[in-house]
């Protein structure tokens, strides 16, 4: 599967932006997806997972409650709504595509196999 995240800018402090990761292919239904995120010379860190159906979903603690994961399968889309930005949420942001279902819902980049290029989030003070 490819996928192409897209969405990101530059926004101040306190607002908002959706990310979306629009993949190829006729199997996204069964793709668990992952939302990750890396700052300059920081390691890759986990945001949201959503499951093939989206019946579940799952938030680092640093965005919990500022962050909704959803999916549309219809449309091979997933999203991530980023509301009440921080400057440290800044960071290049990336989709990625774990193939199968799992539980718990992996939150670690190793496990998935497929990634997106990567959008650039930039939140100012």
Same mark, same amino acid.
Not at 31 to 44: D, I, L, N, S, V
Not at 62 to 75: E, P
């Given at each position: 599967?490819?996928? $192409?995240?897209?969405?990101?800018?530059?926004?101040?402090? %306190?607002?908002?932006?959706? /990310?979306?990761?629009?993949?190829?292919?006729?199997?996204?239904?069964?793709?668990?997806?992952?939302?990750?995120? $890396?700052?300059?010379?920081?390691?890759?860190?986990?945001?949201?997972?959503?499951?093939?159906?989206?019946?579940?979903?799952?938030?680092?603690?640093?965005?919990?409650?500022?962050?909704?994961?959803?999916?549309?399968?219809?449309?091979?889309?997933?999203?991530?709504?980023?509301?009440? /930005?921080?400057?440290?949420?800044?960071?290049?942001?990336?989709?990625?595509?774990?193939?199968?279902?799992?539980?718990?819902?992996?939150?670690?980049? %190793?496990?998935?196999?497929?990634?997106?290029?990567?959008? $650039?989030?930039?939140?100012?003070?």
């Amino acid at each position: 599967v490819q996928l $192409q995240a897209s969405g990101g800018g530059l926004v101040q402090a %306190g607002g908002s932006l959706r /990310l979306s990761c629009a993949a190829s292919g006729r199997t996204f239904s069964r793709y668990t997806m992952g939302w990750f995120r $890396q700052a300059p010379g920081k390691e890759r860190e986990f945001v949201s997972v959503i499951s093939e159906s989206g019946g579940s979903t799952d938030y680092a603690d640093s965005v919990k409650g500022r962050f909704t994961i959803a999916r549309d399968n219809a449309k091979n889309t997933v999203y991530l709504q980023m509301n009440s /930005l921080k400057p440290e949420d800044t960071a290049v942001y990336l989709c990625a595509a774990h193939p199968k279902g799992s539980f718990p819902l992996p939150k670690v980049p %190793g496990l998935y196999n497929y990634w997106g290029q990567g959008t $650039q989030v930039t939140v100012s003070s």
